[in-house]
């Protein structure tokens, strides 16, 4: 089975539920946190896969923290023209330039995954930074791991082929570092959506995919495994791109 096949038939089979993750999730966190419990100015809540849960444009007065799933970032220019320019997984925040003045989302948020999320309002966010240290290490961490995966990105576009490109970026989905597990999963993702987030085609994404599946390197069954080998394909020269998040 090509890759084409295999995720048009992960969309025809649909994704399996996360209700048990989420009540596992949910039960573990006692004493309850401030970004795992519905109180005043904060709510917790579950998204179907597809949904959008901000569009750009909208007004911009909270920040949301992903306990589970997965969620992908667009941005649509003044002239139709849209494009992936991220995903983001688990204890990743997204919303978060309201702090700095922002008062529009600069890019829509969509579900990958049944997600689970908690909305944490401006003023209490701003708040909780200032009075809870764990709250403000974890959004630290996210910020520094963000901000190296920028650095990353753009080293990536400026000096590595399309083939290494995809390589990394399916890497990062399955969270995949160079000396982490022996393999990772990926939920089902379209060529359309990996050849916006690598900039090439979706018929170079369905040739370096069968590739990448003839060397051992992935499979796919409705979803993406990834092998820890896939890094041969990044690090045999210089080694210019590197996954930051691990």
């Not at 209700?19 to 573990?28: L, P, V």
């Not at 100015?41 to 306990?67: P, T």
């Not at 890497?171 to 995949?176: R, T």
């Not at 090439?200 to 820890?228: A, C, P, Q, W």
């Amino acid at each position: 089975m090509n890759f084409d096949a295999a995720t048009n038939r992960s969309r025809d089979e649909g994704l399996p539920t996360m209700e048990a993750s989420i009540r596992r999730d949910m039960c573990s966190h006692r004493p309850k946190s401030p970004l795992t419990r519905s109180g005043e100015g904060s709510s917790i809540s579950r998204q179907c896969c597809n949904e959008i849960v901000c569009a750009q444009g909208d007004a911009s007065d909270a920040v949301f923290y992903i306990h589970h799933g997965q969620v992908r970032l667009t941005v649509v220019s003044e002239s139709g023209k849209e494009a992936v320019i991220g995903i983001l997984g688990a204890a990743d925040f997204f919303g978060e330039l309201c702090l700095t003045g922002h008062s529009r989302h600069t890019a829509t948020v969509t579900t990958i995954t049944e997600c689970l999320t908690s909305r944490v309002e401006k003023a209490t966010m701003a708040r909780l930074l200032q009075e809870e240290p764990k709250i403000s290490e974890l959004f630290t961490s996210f910020l520094l791991r963000r901000n190296g995966r920028l650095l990353d990105d753009l080293v990536d576009q400026l000096f590595n082929s399309s083939e290494k490109r995809l390589a990394r970026n399916l890497l990062l989905l399955a969270n995949l570092g160079r000396n982490g597990a022996a393999e990772g999963h990926i939920p089902p993702i379209s060529q359309a959506m990996l050849a916006e987030l690598v900039g090439t085609t979706r018929s170079r994404v369905s040739h370096f995919m069968n590739k990448f599946r003839r060397l051992g390197f992935i499979d796919y069954d409705g979803e993406i495994k990834v092998y820890r080998s896939l890094w041969d394909i990044i690090l045999p020269e210089a080694g210019v791109a590197k996954v930051s998040r691990q």
